[in-house]
């Protein structure tokens, strides 16, 4: 049984920074990709990066290109997003996925595994 479990939301104010963890749990295939998406309050979920295995290759969304980055420690089991120069429109539940079979892909319906998700205020 796969668990992610994410941590490291909370409130800050325009222009600051904030790391996101995602650790998982159990077996996990030597080619799963891991990525991150967000919800916002009546929006639908949205991709906004995800992580080869090897963390050789990643993919972003435009709206977070050149403020975002996303990487993996797989000794550890945890992805990492970390996030500069935040806007309000940032601002939701970041939720970490887990796609058995490789794809870098943006979809949701093609990721295999969910954490609960962590909440991302950022102030004006």
């Known amino acids: 049984q796969v668990q992610l479990v994410e941590s490291g939301g909370g409130l800050v104010q325009a222009g600051g920074s904030l790391r996101l963890s995602c650790t998982w749990s159990?077996?996990?295939?030597?080619?799963?990709?891991m990525a991150w998406f967000r919800q916002a309050p009546e929006k639908e979920r949205e991709f906004v990066a995800t992580?080869?295995?090897?963390?050789?290759?990643?993919n972003f969304a435009n709206s977070v290109k050149g403020r975002f980055t996303i990487s993996r420690d797989n000794a550890k089991n945890t992805v990492y997003l970390q996030m500069n120069s935040l806007k309000p429109e940032d601002t939701a539940v970041y939720y970490c996925?887990?796609?058995?079979?490789?794809?870098?892909?943006?979809?949701?319906?093609?990721?295999?595994?969910w954490g609960q998700g962590t909440q991302v205020t950022v102030s004006s």
């Open positions: 996925a887990a796609n058995k079979y490789g794809a870098l892909t943006s979809g949701p319906g093609e990721y295999d595994y």
């Open positions: 159990g077996s996990f295939f030597s080619t799963t990709t």
């Open positions: 992580v080869s295995w090897t963390g050789s290759r990643t």
